[in-house]
C-alpha cells in the first residue's frame, strides 16, 4: 500500500504554496488542478462557497488516508475507495467498521468534479454534501463529525493546516469542504480515447476503433456513458438487484425510478471493478454479458437497454475499447 | 459522416479581443428568469428600427456572415460550391476559392464568417476526403490555409475569438459527443470547453470583450427547445438562463452587455435582448420585434445592424395525370395540398392509393427542423398531422402494410437511420440506427414489405453500398459496394420487387470523367446490367412505371445548377431512346411517386429561397445593464 501511496503523491498536480505560509483563499490563488489532462473539459461545476486552494487540497489528501475519521480509527477514505483501484474498491460492497457490510460498491471518486449528484442514488448534490455521509454511517465510519472535528482541533498539526486553508479553521463545514476539495482534484484523462479523439489515429488499436463503433452504435452504450467523463449524470434500471434496493427512488419517492441508479463513469473502468452497484458483476466479460443479453427484465428497464446480439469478436472489440478509457 | 442537416450548428463571429486570467472554477449558475405580469413586456428603444431587405434572388445563399462594417457579406456560390463575398454596395459577388465545377469536383464550402479584422474569412470546407474541414482565406484572395482538421470530428464549425488568433468552434465528434473548444490558430491546438452528449449548440459566439462564450442548448433530453447559457471563455463559470419558451441565440449586441436571442414566448418567433454583467442576466428580456418567421440570423455587426436570412420558396407537393405510354401530361401539376403553401415537399402513395403521406416544414424557425408528416385522404382532403419526436425526417416511403411510413432520418437522441412512423399514432421506432461515421438512406420495401433497401455510406471505410435488410431477422446483405470516390444515386424498385435501379457514377473529375450509367440490379443478388449512358450529366433515378417496363429518370446537363424545367425522362428496360415529358415549367422537381393507378403522380417542385435583410437600431432600452468600466 505505501508504495502506492507515494505513487499518487507523485502523481498529484504541483500544489503551489502548500504549507510554506498562512495562505487564506481569497479566490485569486492558482488553481490547484492544473494542468488539465487531455479529455477533460475546463469547465466543472463548483459550489461558489468552496474555491479550490492548494491548502484546502493538500489538507484533505491528509484526511483521506486517515483514519481519524472513523469511529474506532480503523477506517479511511482510501479503504474502500483505495487509489490503485481508481479510487474504487476491490471487493462488491466494501467492509466497514467492525467488519460490518456496506449495502452499495464503492464507486470510484475520480473526476468526481464533473458529477452533478453523488452516490450511486445521487442523494447529494454536491461533494461536499457528500464527503461526510460515508463518515456518518453506522455501517461505514459510524462517527460523528463533530467529535471528529474536535479531535482534528485538538492535534496541532490539522489545527495549523485548517487555519492554513480556512479563515475559520477546524469545523465540520471545513471538513467537508477540504474532503471535497481533495476529491473534486481527482482527474483522469489522457486516455487512448482521448488521444484518438484529438486526432491522433493510431492511439486506438484496430479492436479498439471496432469497440468504439459498438459503443457508439449498434451497442447503444453511448446514450448513457456519454461526454468527457462518458456518464449522463442520469438514472438508469438496468435491472440488476430489482426489488431489493429501491435506487433513486429511495431519493425522489417516484415509483419510476424504483431500480434506478446512477450511471458510472467508464473512465479508468479496466480498474475499477467488481461494476455496478451492488458489486455483482466482477469482471468486464460478466458486464458484457448482462448488456448483450438486454440487462435483466423488470417493470421500469430502461428502453435503451435490449438485447445486442453481440459476436464473440464484437465483445472482445467492446472489451479493447473500454481498456482504451484507462486514463493518466 | 453528418450532413448540414445532421448538424446544424452555426457559431458566428465576435469583434473584440480576448483577456485569458488564471482563477478558479465557480459554481453553475440557474438563473430562472422573472416572470413577467400579465401585460407587462419589457420593450426594448424601438424609436430607430428599420428593416431592409438587401439581397434577393436565386443566388441568395444564407450560410454566410457579414463583415463588422456591414460592407461585406460572405456566402456560398452554389453554381460551384466556391466560397464567396459579395460587396453589399455594388450588389456583386466574387469568389474566393476556384475548385471548379461540380462536374470536376465535389468539393464545396458551407459556413462562414470574417475575422475581426475583416480581412480574412474563416469557413467550412467539404473536401476531396469527404470531410469537413476549417479553412481561413484572405478577402483579396490567395491560398486558402486549412487551420483545423481532425478525422475523429466528423463536423467542425467556428468562429473567430476577437483576437484573431483563436477561433470559438463546435464539434461534432465520432463518439456522438459534441463539444465546445477553443482552438490555437498558432499551434493548432485545441482547449475543450464543455463536451455534451449526442445534443449540441446551434449557435456559439464569444463576446467582444473575448471573456464570455454564449451558446443555445437544448436542456431537456425529450424536447427540443432551447435555452440560452452563458459560460466564461476560460470555463470557470456557467449560467443558464432558463425560460420555458424555444430561446435561441442571435449574437452579442456591440456594447457585450446584450445578448439578442429569438424566443417564442410570446406565441410566435420574436427578437429579445437580454441585459448581462459578468455572464449573468441583469433584467428583463425586452421585446425588439415580434412575429419573426423563419428568421435565421448570420450576425450582428459593429453598429448593431442584424443581418439575418428570410426563408422563403416555393417547394410544394404537386400531382398530375401523366400517360408516360404516350408521353403526354393528361392533367397538369396541381398542388396537392392548400395549406402551409410553400412548406410542403416530398410525397408518398399509400399502398391503396387512397392516401398521400407528405412532408411539412411548420416550424416557424428556419433550418433545417423536423418536419410534420402529414396523412392526407386523396377524395376528401381531410389530413392528420403527425410530429415525430425527431430531429429531421426525409423521404417517407410508404410500408406495403399501410400501416406505417419509413423515412430517412434521426431521432431525438442524434441517432442517424431508418426509422417507422406509425400512420395511425404518429410514434417512431427504429428500423435501422448507424453506426458513427456511416449513415442508412434512400430505403426502398420490397412489395411483400419483408425486405428495406437502403443505401449505407461508411467514411471510415470511404465506402458506400446498396443493403437489404431482412426485416424478420434484422440481418443485412450487401447488393453491391463502391469505393468513393465512386458511387451511385438514388435507389427505386420495380413493381414486381425483383429489380432496383440506380445510377452508378464513377467519381472522377475532370474533362475526361466518365458519365453515370443508369443500371439495375437483381433484388435476390448478381451482375448489375445497363440501361443506359450519359456524358457530363447529373441524372437521378425516380422510378419505374408501373408496368415495370420503364425507368423514370431526370437529367441536368448544366455544369452550373439544375434544368429549371422539371422533365421526366421515360426509359425502355429492354433498350430503346427514351422519351421526355415536360411535367413543370420554370421550376425544378424531384420525388417523383407514381400512384397505384399508374397514371396519377406526386411529385415535389420549387426550391426553397432565401432573402437576406438587415434590421438597423436595434438598441436596448436605456439604463438596462450597469455601465462600462470608464464609461461616462
Redesign the interface.
Given at each position: 500500500m505505501v508504495p502506492l501511496l507515494l505513487t499518487l503523491v507523485a502523481l498529484l498536480p504541483v500544489l503551489p504554496g502548500c504549507g510554506t505560509s498562512r495562505m487564506v483563499d481569497a479566490g485569486q490563488s492558482p488553481s490547484p488542478f492544473r494542468p488539465l489532462p487531455v479529455g477533460l473539459d475546463e469547465f466543472f461545476v463548483l459550489p461558489e462557497d468552496n474555491p479550490p486552494t492548494a491548502a484546502k487540497v493538500a489538507l484533505g489528501r491528509r484526511l483521506f488516508f486517515d483514519p481519524v475519521l472513523s469511529r474506532d480509527s480503523t477506517l479511511a477514505c482510501s479503504s474502500c475507495h483505495r487509489p490503485e483501484r481508481g479510487f474504487s474498491d476491490t471487493v462488491p460492497t466494501s467492509i466497514g467498521i467492525a467488519g460490518q457490510r456496506t449495502t452499495r460498491n464503492a464507486p470510484t471518486l475520480l473526476n468526481r468534479a464533473y458529477g452533478v449528484s453523488l452516490f450511486w442514488d445521487g442523494r447529494a448534490a454536491t461533494l461536499e454534501d457528500a464527503v461526510l455521509q460515508p463518515v456518518r454511517n453506522a455501517r461505514e465510519m459510524d462517527h460523528d463529525p463533530v467529535r471528529v472535528a474536535g479531535r482534528l482541533a485538538r492535534d496541532r498539526r490539522y489545527a495549523g493546516e485548517f487555519t492554513r486553508a480556512f479563515e475559520d479553521g477546524v469545523s465540520t463545514r471545513n471538513l467537508a469542504r477540504a474532503l471535497a476539495s481533495y476529491v473534486r482534484s481527482l482527474r483522469s484523462g489522457n486516455a487512448a480515447i482521448d488521444r484518438y479523439l484529438a486526432g491522433d489515429r493510431g492511439a486506438l488499436s484496430p479492436d479498439a476503433r471496432a469497440g468504439l463503433r459498438i459503443f457508439a452504435g449498434r451497442g447503444n452504450c453511448v446514450m448513457c456513458h456519454s461526454g468527457a467523463t462518458f456518464t449522463d449524470e442520469r438514472f438508469h434500471n438496468t435491472g440488476i438487484s430489482w426489488g431489493t434496493d429501491p435506487g433513486r427512488s429511495g431519493v425522489t419517492g417516484d415509483s419510476a425510478d424504483r431500480g434506478a441508479f446512477k450511471t458510472p463513469t467508464l473512465r479508468n473502468v479496466a480498474r475499477t471493478g467488481p461494476y455496478m452497484h451492488d458489486g455483482s458483476l466482477g469482471t468486464l466479460e460478466d458486464v458484457l454479458a448482462f448488456y448483450d443479453r438486454g440487462g435483466n427484465p423488470n417493470p421500469n428497464l430502461d428502453p435503451e437497454i435490449r438485447p445486442l446480439r453481440l459476436a464473440p469478436r464484437e465483445r472482445r472489440a467492446l472489451r479493447a475499447f473500454l481498456e482504451a478509457l484507462t486514463g493518466q | 459522416m453528418k450532413t448540414v442537416f445532421a448538424v446544424f450548428a452555426f457559431v458566428t463571429l465576435g469583434f473584440l479581443g480576448w483577456s485569458q486570467r488564471?482563477?478558479?472554477?465557480?459554481?453553475?449558475a440557474v438563473a430562472e428568469e422573472a416572470r413577467d405580469a400579465p401585460g407587462e413586456i419589457a420593450q426594448a428603444d424601438t424609436s430607430k428600427l428599420v428593416t431592409r431587405r438587401i439581397w434577393a434572388g436565386p443566388q441568395v445563399d444564407p450560410l454566410g456572415a457579414p463583415s463588422a462594417d456591414g460592407r461585406l457579406l460572405s456566402h456560398v456560390d452554389w453554381s460551384t460550391g466556391d466560397l464567396a463575398v459579395r460587396d453589399l454596395t455594388t450588389g456583386t459577388s466574387r469568389r474566393l476559392t476556384s475548385k471548379g465545377s461540380w462536374f470536376e469536383s465535389t468539393e464545396f464550402a458551407l459556413f462562414s464568417n470574417f475575422s475581426p479584422d475583416g480581412r480574412r474569412i474563416l469557413y467550412q470546407w467539404f473536401n476531396s476526403e469527404f470531410e469537413y474541414d476549417l479553412r481561413v482565406v484572405d478577402v483579396e484572395g490567395g491560398s486558402p490555409r486549412v487551420v483545423y482538421r481532425?478525422?475523429?470530428?466528423e463536423y467542425p464549425i467556428a468562429s473567430w475569438f476577437p483576437d484573431g488568433e483563436r477561433l470559438l468552434a463546435v464539434l461534432s465528434?465520432?463518439?456522438?459527443?459534441n463539444q465546445i473548444a477553443v482552438l490555437s490558430l498558432r499551434d493548432g491546438g485545441?482547449?475543450?470547453?464543455?463536451?455534451?452528449?449526442?445534443r449540441y449548440p446551434n449557435r456559439a459566439q464569444v463576446s467582444p470583450d473575448g471573456r464570455w462564450i454564449a451558446y443555445d442548448f437544448p436542456p431537456g433530453e425529450d424536447h427540443p427547445q432551447r435555452d440560452v447559457y452563458v459560460?466564461?471563455a476560460?470555463?470557470?463559470?456557467?449560467v443558464q438562463l432558463s425560460h420555458p419558451a424555444n430561446d435561441e441565440l442571435v449574437g452579442w449586441m456591440p456594447d457585450g452587455r446584450h445578448l439578442a436571442m429569438t424566443s417564442d414566448r410570446t406565441g410566435t418567433m420574436a427578437l429579445w435582448v437580454v441585459p448581462l454583467e459578468q455572464g449573468k442576466a441583469t433584467g428583463k428580456p425586452q421585446l425588439v420585434k415580434s412575429d419573426l418567421w423563419r428568421i435565421m440570423p448570420l450576425g450582428i455587426t459593429r453598429k448593431g445592424a442584424l443581418f439575418y436570412n428570410v426563408q422563403s420558396g416555393n417547394r410544394d407537393v404537386y400531382l398530375a395525370t401523366v400517360d408516360f405510354s404516350a408521353g403526354r401530361v393528361l392533367a397538369p401539376p396541381a398542388r396537392a395540398a392548400e395549406r402551409f403553401v410553400g412548406s410542403n415537399f416530398q410525397a408518398d402513395w399509400s399502398p391503396d392509393g387512397r392516401y398521400l403521406a407528405y412532408l411539412s416544414q411548420r416550424s416557424p424557425v428556419a433550418g433545417p427542423r423536423p418536419a410534420a408528416l402529414v396523412v392526407r385522404a386523396v377524395s376528401t382532403g381531410e389530413e392528420r398531422v403527425f410530429t415525430p419526436a425527431m430531429n429531421y425526417l426525409q423521404r417517407p416511403r410508404w410500408a406495403p402494410d399501410g400501416k406505417s411510413v419509413l423515412v430517412t432520418g434521426q431521432d431525438r437522441?442524434s441517432r442517424q437511420g431508418l426509422y417507422l412512423i406509425s400512420a395511425q399514432t404518429g410514434e417512431v421506432s427504429p428500423l435501422i440506427?448507424?453506426?458513427?461515421?456511416?449513415s442508412a438512406t434512400q430505403a426502398e420495401w420490397s412489395p411483400d414489405g419483408k425486405t428495406v433497401y437502403y443505401r449505407r455510406d461508411n467514411q471510415?471505410e470511404k465506402q458506400t453500398r446498396i443493403m437489404a435488410l431482412d426485416r424478420s431477422s434484422g440481418a443485412s446483405r450487401e447488393l453491391r459496394a463502391f469505393t468513393l470516390p465512386a458511387g451511385f444515386g438514388s435507389l427505386a424498385i420495380s413493381p414486381d420487387g425483383a429489380q432496383l435501379a440506380y445510377v452508378q457514377f464513377e467519381g472522377t473529375r475532370g474533362p475526361n470523367a466518365a458519365g453515370p450509367i443508369l443500371q439495375v440490379i437483381p433484388t435476390a443478388g448478381g451482375a448489375p446490367r445497363e440501361i443506359a449512358r450519359f456524358e457530363r450529366a447529373n441524372v437521378t433515378v425516380l422510378g419505374w412505371t408501373r408496368d415495370g417496363r420503364s425507368l423514370l429518370y431526370e437529367r441536368n446537363d448544366s455544369p452550373e445548377g439544375r434544368d429549371p424545367v422539371f422533365a421526366v425522362w421515360v426509359q425502355p428496360v429492354a433498350g430503346g431512346e427514351p422519351r421526355r415529358i415536360e411535367l413543370v415549367g420554370e421550376v425544378s422537381g424531384r420525388n417523383l411517386r407514381v400512384h397505384p393507378d399508374g397514371r396519377r403522380v406526386a411529385f415535389t417542385a420549387g426550391q426553397d429561397r432565401h432573402e437576406i435583410w438587415v434590421m438597423e437600431g436595434v438598441r436596448p432600452a436605456k439604463s438596462t445593464a450597469a455601465p462600462a468600466p470608464g464609461a461616462r
Open positions: - | 488564471d482563477h478558479l472554477k465557480q459554481a453553475v481532425n478525422p475523429q470530428v465528434l465520432v463518439n456522438r459527443s485545441a482547449r475543450v470547453l464543455r463536451t455534451f452528449d449526442w459560460l466564461a476560460d470555463g470557470t463559470q456557467e437522441k440506427q448507424s453506426e458513427p461515421q456511416s471510415a
